[in-house]
């Protein structure tokens, strides 16, 4: 499931984890703790 942030196309599974962790940074990961 894709989800657009901050102007990146990031792909997370059914639970909500990344697909592609190197694709992780800080404003994913404050947007990831909010969900």
């Known amino acids: 499931m894709p ?3 901050n102007g ?3 792909e997370v599974d059914n639970e909500g984890y ?3 962790p190197e694709e992780w940074d800080e404003e994913i990961a ?3 703790a909010q969900q």
Request: charged share 25%; net charge positive.
């Open 3 to 5: 989800l657009e942030i």
């Open 8 to 10: 990146k196309t990031i």
């Open 18 to 20: 990344l697909v592609h």
């Open 30 to 32: 404050k947007h990831l």
